[in-house]
């Protein structure tokens, strides 16, 4: 082939170039973020919640058929021996991992109270976080949320960070806690986060840390998080006030919607505020490596009858009550799945045992048509295939290797089964190179 371009041209506009088809490594995402208040926050929090969801788990589902009438929202009932794997990996996941993600809140979930109280809460949950990353109870991501840093809490939001930060250093002989992040919640502006990340930086200072240490998570609270005042999309401002830390932005759908004047009988993660603002911050996140997390389920799959006396039809009812909350769960996932949104809050643990249950479950049903199709792609030489009525080119080939690691990671599938049914080791996968995957 005859060409026009010198060498040395050709050198210098490729020199940066990444390699075709390879966006970088995967990195690994939780499925959920599980909200408590800090108040209750104890260095074994992670196992207690696996307890209870497995004890909600064994009364929900106590046999197959059980299992089996939960509204798990499948476009095809899945045959008893799939349940029963879904069953196996469910009480893997709740058994060793149940909780991927933790903040522990001195916001919502602490709610008002003395700055006597907040001191001794802030010590006590700093002590406890130090003791489970010593013993190794602390859930893989950890991280805490201050007040906002609006006009009213602001002092008290920056107290707090200070006193947890100091604190969880000194229980540590001073070392610093690989990925801890600070979530802001019900930001208003740039310069709510700017004044976060000086205070954030200025105690890394004073404690030794390595500058960048702690991260930041932004939420999705207000009007002015998702468009300044000018009608300009806000995130990429608050990203450069952020500094380079900005790991995550999460959906807070109640303060969201009320601050637009939707009363609480219509609030919901399926308004279509929630929908713009996901749509407005997946546009102005993509390419930057910064998460966009879903909200809570404000409905709670909760008994309505308490108590060890209780009549054949308060039981039903208790059952019922549940698993309509789950079924509104349910409902919130799909959507959230459908736009893209693969990590939400969790505020219970019936709500951490349903996601997983649903994450496992959707994953695994797809896993085998998903993972043909990869494969199909890759002995193509990575190059554009048809497959009956589905076409797969380069960009649905990627899409392939996410929902492919999003089931890995989650523990719907093995590592086994990942090798098995693409001939291609998961660690191949994770560099999201076809170059790498087929051998090249």
């Not at 476009?75 to 879904?86: I, R, W, Y």
């Not at 999201?432 to 051998?439: D, H, K, N």
Request: glycine share 10%.
């Amino acid at each position: 082939m005859e060409t026009s371009l010198d060498a040395a041209l050709v050198a210098r506009l490729t020199r940066s170039a990444s390699a075709v088809g390879s966006p970088g490594p995967a990195p690994w995402q939780p499925v959920h973020t599980v909200y408590g208040g800090a108040q209750r926050f104890t260095a074994d929090v992670a196992a207690k919640i696996g307890r209870h969801a497995r004890t909600l788990l064994d009364g929900l589902a106590p046999t197959l058929d059980g299992f089996r009438a939960l509204p798990w929202g499948f476009d095809a009932p899945p045959s008893d021996a799939a349940l029963e794997a879904v069953l196996v990996a469910l009480h893997r996941k709740l058994s060793t991992a149940p909780v991927e993600d933790y903040r522990i809140d001195f916001e919502d979930g602490f709610g008002p109270r003395s700055d006597a109280d907040e001191d001794a809460a802030v010590v006590s949950a700093a002590s406890a976080l130090a003791d489970a990353l010593r013993d190794g109870t602390a859930p893989r991501g950890v991280g805490f949320r201050v007040k906002a840093f609006g006009p009213e809490t602001a002092a008290r939001g920056l107290r707090t960070l200070d006193g947890f930060l100091t604190g969880l250093a000194r229980r540590r002989d001073g070392a610093s806690v690989p990925g801890l992040v600070v979530a802001l919640p019900k930001v208003g502006g740039a310069d709510e986060v700017a004044r976060l990340v000086e205070a954030i930086a200025a105690v890394e200072r004073a404690l030794g840390w390595t500058e960048g240490s702690v991260g930041v998570e932004l939420m999705l609270e207000t009007p002015r998080s998702v468009l300044a005042a000018d009608g300009t999309v806000a995130l990429p401002g608050l990203l450069r006030a952020a500094s380079g830390r900005c790991v995550a932005v999460h959906l807070g759908a109640w303060d969201l919607t009320a601050s637009l004047g939707v009363g609480a009988d219509a609030a919901s993660l399926l308004h279509p505020h929630c929908d713009f603002a996901r749509s407005v911050a997946q546009f102005a996140l993509a390419g930057t490596g910064v998460r966009l997390v879903d909200g809570a389920t404000g409905t709670l799959p909760v008994d309505v009858h308490r108590g060890g006396a209780l009549t054949a039809a308060q039981r039903s009812e208790n059952r019922a009550s549940v698993v309509a909350a789950l079924g509104v769960m349910t409902r919130h996932w799909r959507h959230a799945t459908a736009m893209g949104l693969h990590q939400g809050w969790d505020l219970h643990p019936g709500q951490v045992l349903w996601r997983h249950a649903l994450v496992i479950a959707h994953a695994r049903a797809r896993f085998a048509g998903t993972a043909a199709r990869l494969k199909s792609f890759l002995a193509q030489g990575a190059a554009a295939v048809r497959d009956g009525a589905v076409f797969d080119d380069a960009a649905t080939a990627q899409g392939l290797v996410n929902d492919v690691l999003r089931a890995l990671d989650a523990g719907a599938v093995t590592e086994d089964d990942v090798s098995t049914a693409l001939g291609v080791p998961p660690t191949a996968l994770r560099t999201r190179s076809f170059a790498v995957m087929i051998g090249r």
